[in-house]
């Protein structure tokens, strides 16, 4: 069973920076997409940034501030989270998805911005 745990979640004012990191349990190169959500409370969970063979994939309300990267060495993949606003405060999920289309997710991180 594939395992993934985040770290680097916490409070953070209006304009500041967080890094989010999600280390698997596996060689990630063995996912054929890795993906961060979020949810906030009262809202679904939603796409934010997604990255696969075909690059990198951003939802509009984060392109510009935030960036998904990878680290194959340490089989972990962060979202370096930029101009940080209050309506980005919610959970932070990250997910691989293999070839055989199995989700795996992490336990989620609390992002918390103040104006």
């Known amino acids: 069973q594939v395992q993934l745990v985040e770290s680097g979640g916490g409070l953070v004012q209006a304009g500041g920076s967080l890094r989010l990191s999600c280390a698997a349990s596996?060689?990630?190169?063995?996912?054929?997409?890795m993906s961060w959500y979020r949810q906030a409370p009262g809202n679904e969970r939603e796409l934010i940034a997604i990255i696969n063979s075909g690059g990198t994939n951003y939802a509009n309300s984060v392109k510009g501030r935030f960036t998904i990267s990878t680290d194959t060495a340490k089989n972990t993949f962060d979202l370096q989270m930029n101009s940080l606003k209050p309506e980005d405060t919610a959970v932070y999920y990250c997910?691989?998805?293999?070839?055989?289309?199995?989700?795996?997710w992490g336990q989620g991180a609390q992002v918390t911005v103040s104006s």
């Open positions: 596996r060689n990630i190169l063995g996912f054929k997409a």
């Open positions: 997910n691989g998805d293999d070839s055989r289309n199995r989700h795996y």
